[in-house]
């Protein structure tokens, strides 16, 4: 059985940093792609990172670029999303998934939650202004 558990989240002041952990367990983690995704109150679950499997590529939303890295460390099973430079936009509860079959992240697509079937119970992170 898939199972993904996120930690990490708190509240932190603009311009602080939070790193998030996605352990994974019933796959092997290098072999599938990850998403992280975040839903602010009210609004959709937006795509936020992902990286696929292997580690070969990623995708990152435009609103975190050259904020946010995602990264594996496979021999624990965890991805990791480390946030820089957190803004009050960033506020939101983050879950992240995996996809029911292969998946590519790349730039060149964005990054949807109806791709992604296995789910997290998510990790609140609060940015102060």
């Known amino acids: 059985q898939v199972q993904l558990v996120e930690s990490g989240g708190g509240l932190v002041q603009a311009g602080g940093s939070l790193r998030l952990s996605c352990l994974v367990s019933?796959?092997?983690?290098?072999?599938?792609?990850i998403g992280w995704f975040r839903q602010a109150p009210g609004k959709g679950r937006e795509g936020v990172s992902c990286?696929?499997?292997?580690?070969?590529?990623?995708y990152y939303a435009d609103s975190v670029k050259g904020r946010f890295t995602i990264s594996r460390d496979s021999a624990k099973n965890t991805i990791y999303l480390q946030m820089n430079s957190l803004q009050p936009g960033d506020t939101g509860v983050y879950y992240c998934?995996?996809?029911?079959?292969?998946?590519?992240?790349?730039?060149?697509?964005?990054?949807?939650?109806?791709?992604?079937?296995?789910w997290g119970q998510g990790t609140q992170v609060t940015v102060s202004s």
């Open positions: 019933g796959f092997t983690s290098a072999s599938y792609a």
């Open positions: 998934a995996a996809p029911p079959t292969s998946y590519y992240c790349t730039d060149s697509v964005t990054l949807w939650a109806h791709d992604f079937s296995s």
């Open positions: 990286i696929s499997s292997f580690s070969d590529s990623s």
